[in-house]
């Protein structure tokens, strides 16, 4: 796993991949299972130099998904209420499992990887370092962020472009991304970067403050950043006014993206094609290393297993989500690489019910995988 101190992410190396016997086939896990892992100590010296991202091709050339992987997500999908899109690609194989993966859905948090990627890039152009001084100051502070607005004092937080980034990653903060974003330079930037890397199908809105927001039937004001501020406005507004806006939104999401948008995106990603070497290792690194949403995708991943994720969750209201997602790289033990993204548009079934989804689609793809 990867520390977010400045120092570690700078350092950070690939990990080869290690042949093992098959994953022995097990139903989804019908309850979340966490598994502790200990801490990495902190380097007491340099590290050798970074290594070349190895990329493990697939045994063999896959025109068509393997039947019980492509039977078992369809059963799954189809079971399921609520409006979700599934998308799951192999490393290397030609086919893909798609349901409603070319419709537009809430991305949420899941666009902060987006805002990773564009800072990343800069580092690799030249433009920035990840151990760059940041201050972030009260004015900074946006909704739905408890991390950075602990450590912000009366003289404000003084932190770094690369320990910003550890925390919008793996613990989804909302004013890490708004710093980082401006850093990158704004919402127009991530929407360039995203054209120029040929991923379309991804949208970018104006950052959390405005998504949260307009979700939420407000016109964003600077008051918002203080205490409970946003949290009172919203209440205030009529059940018309707050489901109104959330059909607006839900109907066509200026974060849109699509679950085969987001799986292309990511494999792409784990093959190198985004970023460098460097970046690509530290990107996965931080994915792997998320706390949140440990009873989504990843409770259906084996143990021996590598699982890099980002996930997304919207605003609540009258029992709907407005958006709740979870995305990742399943890297088996012989190395091949799946993506796989579970994006429920508009969730109205219980948080349980939604993990189950998440955990079948993941443990299908473990249990059949090589077969």
Known sequence: MVRLTVCTLLLAVSTACVSAPPV????????????????RPIPSRPLPPLRPVQVVPPPRAETSAPAAIDQGIRALWAAYPDRAGI???????????????????????VSKLWVAIAILQGVDDGRWRLSDPVTVSASDITVFSRAAQAKV???GWQTSVGEL?????????????DVLLRRAGGPEAIRAMLSAKGLSAIRFGGGEHLLQAGTAGLAWREEYRRGQSFQAARAQ???????AAMDRYISNPPDGA????IARGLLRLKRGELLSPASTRLLLGLMEDSVTGKARLRGGVPYNWQFAHKTGTGQ????RTAGYND???????DGSTYAVVVMIAEAYRPIAERQQLMQGVSATVAANHGR
């Open 237 to 243: 507004l009529s059940e018309a006014t707050r489901r």
């Open 24 to 39: 022995v086939p097990r139903a989804a896990p019908r309850a979340p299972k966490v598994i502790p892992v200990p801490p």
């Open 165 to 177: 980034l550890g925390l919008m990653m793996t613990k989804s903060d909302n004013t890490a991304n």
């Open 327 to 333: 995305v990742g790289l399943m890297t088996a033990p």
């Open 153 to 155: 004092g009366a003289t």
């Open 87 to 109: 998308a799951v690609l192999r490393d290397g194989a030609a086919w893909e499992i798609a349901h409603r993966g070319g419709e537009p859905m809430p991305q949420q948090s």
């Open 316 to 319: 609540d209201h009258a029992g």
């Open 258 to 261: 699509t679950p085969l948008g």
